[in-house]
């Protein structure tokens, strides 16, 4: 139906034959007559780190919540393992100011067990414990509900955007510490990004996006996917600044074709995505 | 001050007392909740609609406390459904119950010719509290204070963040239920001690002195609790004093902890 889907056989045959932790099959979503999502497979095997990425809009988040069955699909549908032991970084924490809580206390509301502070220093925010959660910002919020997750021991770590709200220089750090995590916790991981280079190094396979499973494979596969390209364009990967227009005295740029806004310059071929990595 | 011994030796003072502080110490925690889940609008609907509660009660033969209960559990479960497939948002929803069940409610005590004071109904009735009335609120508030002990870590968690609580295993749905219902019983035997207008003021304002007062969760809810036995104290002498209306004074009196909470850096 889609001609940028490749690798529709599973690759779960050559790489393992346990069973996977959780499995979708021919996924769909409508919401109010419009297909969110549709035709999506795919199965997540132990210690595997799985990426999904793709534009604004794409269904990514979406995709999760049905994958933690938070969710119900329209049609296809989820396997879970049975007792599979989750740990979910939600894109964001909107704390309401108007509650009083601390990073110990947020932290024992997930497992009450949990040793706070090895679990705090594990994800580098040992100086946050007795911080008010409404104090954070949004860098450190994310290690915090990273700290939460891996405190309960989860078989399966669910990442949406970690590296939100962090600045460029640790967002690779991010990403190292979830690789390493893996190895310690011997879980999978599942994330969802919107920058291919940032995860390259720290995944095994790529899911790639749009409403449909685009493509998927190792990230360097992906990466020189016809699908893949067709999404983000070829200049994401790395991005390197080449200077294709002059500017006047005022710093206002000649256009030579008349494209609107901010997007003037090389990434022409990128439909959506605005943002160019430095 | 004879008069003040005298009014010290009567059995409606005490009954009064002991209604305004059953209602006021479980009001402070779920206050909280309220506050932290902004939901002082939902208070007021269910608030608003007990009217249409207490003429049901009247057509039925039931006891006032126990129709506005019934009615207004009924109300919540139906919000809660409504919450779920909301096309209209959340908000504008609520206002157009709110003062809608409100009018339907007036219309309906002058309709239906139900000798009663559409006052005391509104804005409570504190000094008239009987022994049933007494006993109602006692099962009603030790109820939603065990509910609120049993369910409080779950509550924390799901305030927080829904979707965070469901992953971790919470029963977000039943939490939700308990939750409305908990507000539900509230309002119930609220009504009695600020009326219908007032009740959200005795839930929302507590909770939001409390906070400046507050590092926990626990701390916020037990200091919400404190100020709102504080001010049912406090209106009820005003009351008593100066012979003003019960709920009125109470609602101020929590309004005047508040400004002074404020003055806490």
């Known amino acids: ?278 | 001050m004879t008069d003040l011994s005298q009014l010290l030796h009567s059995q409606f003072l005490w009954y009064a007392l002991a209604a305004g502080l059953l209602v006021a110490v479980v009001s402070g925690p779920l206050g909280c909740f309220a506050v932290w889940r902004r939901m002082a609008y939902f208070g007021d609907t269910l608030a608003h609609s007990a009217l249409m509660g207490i003429t049901l009660g009247f057509v039925l033969h039931i006891q006032p406390t126990l129709a506005v209960g019934a009615s207004s559990c009924i109300l919540a479960l139906l919000l809660v459904y409504l919450q779920r497939r909301q096309k209209l948002s959340i908000d504008t929803l609520l206002g157009i119950l709110a003062h809608s069940m409100l009018a339907l409610g007036i219309v309906m005590v002058s309709l239906l010719k139900i000798k009663t004071d559409l006052m005391s109904l509104l804005l409570g009735d504190l000094l008239a509290v009987s022994t049933q009335d007494l006993v109602l609120m006692l099962v009603a508030s030790t109820t939603i204070g065990a509910l609120l002990f049993i369910l409080w870590q779950k509550l924390l968690s799901f305030t927080l963040h829904e979707e965070l609580a469901a992953v971790e295993g919470v029963a977000v749905e039943k939490i939700r239920l308990a939750l409305m219902l908990m507000l539900a019983l509230l309002i119930a035997i609220a009504m009695k001690v600020v009326g219908i207008l007032l009740i959200t003021a005795l839930l929302i304002i507590p909770a939001a002195s409390a906070r400046k007062l507050a590092r926990t969760p626990e701390q916020m809810a037990t200091f919400a609790s404190l100020l709102g036995c504080l001010a049912v104290v406090l209106g009820l002498l005003a009351s008593v004093l100066w012979d003003t209306p019960a709920g009125p004074s109470i609602v101020l009196a929590a309004a005047g902890l508040f400004l002074l909470c404020q003055l806490r850096p």
């Open chain 1, 1 to 278: 139906m889609h001609p940028f889907i490749l690798n529709r056989k599973p690759l779960e045959k050559t790489l393992n034959q346990t069973k996977p932790l959780v499995s979708a099959q021919h996924l769909g979503l409508e919401i109010a007559g419009r297909q969110v999502l549709h035709d999506i497979s795919f199965a997540l095997q132990p210690e595997e780190i799985v990426t999904v990425i793709g534009p604004n809009g794409a269904g990514k988040t979406t995709l999760l919540r049905l994958l933690l069955g938070l969710i119900r699909p329209t049609s296809g549908r989820v396997e879970r393992h049975t007792g599979l032991r989750l740990g979910y970084v939600p894109q964001r924490l909107q704390i309401d100011a108007t509650m009083p809580i601390s990073t110990e206390r947020f932290l024992q509301l997930g497992s009450t067990a949990v040793d706070t502070h090895s679990v705090l220093a594990r994800v580098g925010a040992s100086k946050l414990a007795s911080m008010q959660l409404a104090e954070l910002s949004g860098g450190e919020m994310q290690r915090v509900l990273l700290a939460r997750a891996i405190s309960r021991k989860p078989q399966l770590l669910v990442l949406d955007e970690p590296t939100q709200g962090v600045d460029i220089s640790g967002q690779s750090e991010v990403y190292q510490l979830i690789a390493a995590l893996r190895d310690e916790l011997a879980c999978s991981v599942l994330l969802v990004s919107h920058d291919l280079h940032l995860v390259m190094a720290a995944t095994d396979r790529v899911l790639c996006i749009n409403q449909h499973l685009c493509c998927q494979g190792h990230p360097s596969q992906v990466s020189r996917d016809p699908a893949y390209l067709a999404l983000f364009g070829d200049k994401v990967v790395p991005y390197s600044h080449q200077h294709n227009h002059e500017h006047n005295l005022r710093g206002e740029p000649l256009a030579k074709k008349q494209i609107a806004g901010d997007s003037l310059q090389n990434h022409t071929n990128d439909p959506s995505k605005k943002s160019v990595n430095k």
